[in-house]
């Protein structure tokens, strides 16, 4: 493989911006193909994006000769069955965050990657923008000391029409807006600590506007006795919204927000804001180093491995698992 020649399977409104225009815009990378179920959109996706061929059959998109590699951009509950296509087809997968439905079916799939010695990452992007490169590299540094604790805390009013959308029914999602953003918020502790020693939490469905649970508490303890506390409340009132993430070390605070621009360095009393460019297209950071990766000219820039702890923390903390 001299270039990476993408079919994308579910162009949805997360292609639109943050990761489809990005694969033409990185080098040795292009898109070839779009899949969706809906022919009419499928087609028009095609049209505006400039993409040549579009499908509204997954499995005639990931045949396409032209296609050498897949970005699988659906709903959970279609990540695995789609991986496996793909990997039979002998086709390296870039698949969406949360990796799958549970931490069951992700390891289906990273053992899958294995059996046919296919690539398989997982698009918890943020590990790869500057922003929170930063933040590890700071940790890496010990500019705050040695990290003693981590407090996250995502406070979301209750958006009208929530109830109606997949990402609030666990069929489809794995469970509710906790399986769709705290992935990205577990991974970055993967990213910055490496794999929790324990793990603990709770998850309620307090206001019942919906089938899944809208409330999450967890505590994970990793190496070096440094302790994560986290909770999310996506039933909040407007006015306590809150997205924040402090880690406290002997030596001052890096204090940051996931899914805002907020970062800053806390040290000797004196407050440093860090400022970064904006991302016109926020998975372009982490399709590059992808692109790379399947091109054999550089690491995996999120393993399977670590996407099916993420699931494996999720599972735990609402219960699936033990």
Same mark, same amino acid.
């Given at each position: ?9 579910g ?10 225009? =990005?694969?033409?815009l ?9 899949? +969706? ?24 998109? *990931? ?5 050498? =590699? *897949?970005?699988i951009a ?7 069955a789609?991986?496996?296509?793909a ?12 990796m ?12 899958? @990657? ?13 590990? @790869?923008?500057?922003r ?10 010990k ?21 109606n959308?997949?990402?609030?029914n666990? $069929? ?7 399986? &769709?953003? @705290?992935p ?8 910055f ?12 469905? +307090?206001?019942?506007?919906y089938? $899944?649970?809208?409330?999450? !508490? @967890?505590e #994970? ?18 006015e &306590?919204? #809150? ?15 996931v899914f ?32 790379? !990766?399947?091109?054999?000219?550089? +690491? ?5 491995? &670590? ?16």
């Open positions: 493989m001299k270039k990476v020649s993408w079919g994308i399977i162009c949805g409104d997360v292609t639109e911006v943050k990761s489809g225009p =990005a694969f033409n990185v080098p040795n990378s292009e898109l070839t193909a779009v899949m +969706r179920r809906d022919p009419g959109k499928a087609e028009d996706y095609a049209k505006r994006h400039g993409v040549k061929n579009w499908y509204s059959d997954a499995g005639e998109l *990931i045949n396409d000769s032209a296609v050498n =590699a *897949i970005y659906t709903p959970p509950a279609f990540h695995e789609y991986t496996l296509q990997f039979k087809a002998g086709k390296p997968v870039y698949v969406e965050k949360p799958a439905l549970d931490s069951s079916e992700s390891l289906r799939m990273a053992e899958a @990657a294995a059996r046919y010695s296919c690539k398989l990452s997982v698009a918890h992007y943020r590990r @790869a923008q500057p929170f490169q930063k933040v590890r590299q700071l940790l890496q540094e500019s705050i000391g040695d990290v003693i604790s981590v407090n996250l805390q995502l406070h979301q009013a209750y958006q009208p029409g929530t109830e959308t997949w990402r609030t666990p $069929a489809i999602s794995g469970g509710g807006l906790f399986h &769709d953003l @705290a990205h918020q577990i991974d970055l502790m993967v990213y600590f490496g794999f929790p020693l324990d793990v603990k939490g709770s998850s309620l469905n +307090r206001a019942n506007l089938d $899944a649970d809208d409330y999450v !508490h @967890a #994970l303890l990793f190496k070096n006795n440094i302790r994560f506390t986290g909770m999310w409340d996506y039933n909040a009132r407007l &306590d919204e #809150l997205d924040i993430c402090e880690i406290t070390g002997t030596q001052g605070t890096i204090r940051f927000a805002s621009d907020l970062c800053e360095l806390v040290k000797d009393g004196q407050t440093k804001v860090l400022e970064f460019d904006h991302l016109p297209h926020v998975q372009q950071p982490m399709i590059e180093a992808v692109v790379k !990766h399947f091109l054999d000219e550089g +690491r995996n820039p999120c393993p399977a491995a &670590d996407a099916v702890e993420v699931m494996k923390i999720i599972d735990k903390v609402t219960g699936k698992i033990n």
